[in-house]
């Protein structure tokens, strides 16, 4: 295809041609990013946001690092398949318990959403405490004021701005390196993170490069992704609709009383406008540059920046705070609003009914884990003495926190004993999981129809929790017989 000429014989640049549908906030209408400059609003919320946003960031450093019953706090080593909370370790084997678990924190989610709408995204999610409580201040301080980095960055890059910026970005890189470890030692562990660390680059290159890419994805996300995380890669935005009704508490506009809006002038109560002065300061405090005015909208992360910048407006202009709060729908179309509605109430049965059941599945959890299978070869071989011995192979795992010493006892059939193939003590570890072989000898005149059933019980010398038992069926010849 040619490109226009200008009548000079060069092409002309080809137009852009801005649509006229509605996009995402964090983009022009010609898909261009839209970089966020948000002003910062330091209100009440704002406050009360950084202490609960610094407490977690203590919280989310040591959750892999302090130790409850010798094992991290969380723990989820995906490579041994354990996955540990506070104490508590779930194996591989624990499937249903994994299940209810992951069920739970999901309906928790559910729950809590239809309750407190994105009250998690304001006020938990790392991403948006280390985005607004780390990151931001370091480039405010090194940079300025959002409208000084601004011009800046359409500017000209001149000698100091460009030291500015290596400075902040070199200091981002750093935290970027801690927080990439901090994340890797949830799945690793910081014992075995620091071994890796202080061992030669040639024995543990793997760890290497997967913390080089971990740091490189940590530092693209907070010092260039940032808010589009939100808006574009979370589908907890999506999946707001669906979670929330009309009585959900939001963060919002309160158009009733704000409108019409307009700027303040002499007479303004006469010429009947609302409270809004339309100063836009909620939109420039928005970190996802959405206008809080237009009503609910997916990009909203519920950080309460704009009810701290309107607050302060209303302040100035001697008109009652709260044109911006936390309310909802209903509220105000001055609906009385319902905590106990259908949609909460189905949420709440549902996540009560399956914390019982993953109480109820954990109680009644072994503390060792026992399964039997036959070992390849002959089905049984006849003895001299005339018993009957069964080749099996048990798998025998200690999900206690504590090393035990275990032996496996026959109860039935009468006569019957266990032979372990080694040491008839099994030494198992916290977690440790073996396989013993053995084999099980039996009177032959215990077989009737080729078979018997075999009753074991497992027995660990310091008595942590019920012995497990399990019935296995045991081959023999047909009738009684002994000898050969």
């Known amino acids: 295809m040619s490109q226009p000429s200008t009548g000079h014989g060069a092409p002309a640049e080809p137009e852009i041609l801005e649509s006229p549908e509605a996009v995402l906030s964090t983009l022009h209408k010609d898909g261009r990013r839209r970089w966020m400059y948000p002003t910062l609003s330091e209100g009440a919320l704002w406050r009360r946001r950084r202490l609960v946003g610094w407490a977690l960031i203590v919280l989310f450093v040591a959750l892999p690092i302090i130790q409850i019953k010798g094992k991290p706090a969380v723990l989820l080593d995906i490579l041994h398949s354990e996955f540990t909370f506070f104490g508590l370790t779930l194996y591989a084997t624990d499937t249903i318990l994994l299940m209810l678990l992951m069920i739970t924190i999901l309906l928790s989610v559910v729950f809590a959403t239809a309750l407190m709408g994105r009250v998690w995204c304001g006020w938990g999610c790392p991403q948006t405490i280390y985005l607004e409580f780390v990151y931001r201040p370091i480039e405010r301080l090194l940079e300025g004021r959002e409208s000084r980095r601004q011009r800046q960055d359409e500017g000209d890059l001149s000698a100091p701005v460009f030291w500015r910026k290596l400075a902040k970005y070199l200091i981002f890189f750093v935290i970027s390196i801690g927080l990439a470890h901090t994340f890797v030692a949830y799945f690793v562990g910081w014992s075995d993170l620091i071994a890796w660390m202080t061992g030669p680059p040639t024995q543990h290159w793997g760890f290497f490069l997967m913390m080089a890419l971990t740091t490189s994805l940590v530092m693209l996300d907070f010092a260039w992704f940032r808010e589009q995380m939100c808006t574009i890669v979370c589908p907890y935005a999506r999946l707001q609709s669906v979670l929330m009704d009309r009585d959900s508490l939001i963060v919002s506009y309160d158009p009733g009383r704000g409108e019409p809006r307009g700027r303040r002038r002499k007479g303004a109560e006469e010429a009947g406008l609302g409270d809004c002065v339309d100063c836009l300061a909620c939109v420039r405090t928005c970190p996802t540059g959405i206008d809080i005015r237009d009503g609910l909208q997916m990009e909203c992360v519920g950080c309460t920046q704009c009810i701290d910048a309107c607050d302060a407006i209303m302040a100035k202009v001697e008109k009652p705070a709260g044109l911006i709060r936390y309310t909802s729908e209903n509220a105000l179309e001055r609906k009385t609003p319902r905590i106990l509605r259908p949609r909460v109430m189905i949420y709440g049965a549902l996540l009560a009914v399956m914390v019982a059941i993953f109480a109820g599945s954990l109680s009644g959890r072994q503390s060792v884990e026992v399964n039997v299978t036959r070992v390849p070869g002959a089905p049984f071989v006849l003895l001299p003495d005339g018993n009957v011995a069964n080749r099996l192979r048990f798998r025998v795992h200690n999900r206690t926190g504590q090393r035990d010493i275990y032996r496996i006892e026959a109860l039935a059939p009468e006569g019957a004993r266990v032979k372990v193939i080694g040491s008839p003590e099994i030494a198992l570890g916290a977690g440790e999981m ?51």
């Open 434 to 484: 073996k396989h013993v072989d053995t084999w099980i000898e039996a009177p032959a005149g215990a077989f009737s129809g080729g078979s018997t059933l075999g009753h074991f019980k497992i027995v660990g010398a310091a008595e942590v929790g019920e012995s497990p038992e399990l019935d296995f069926k045991l081959l023999g010849p047909f009738g009684s017989q002994g000898g050969r």
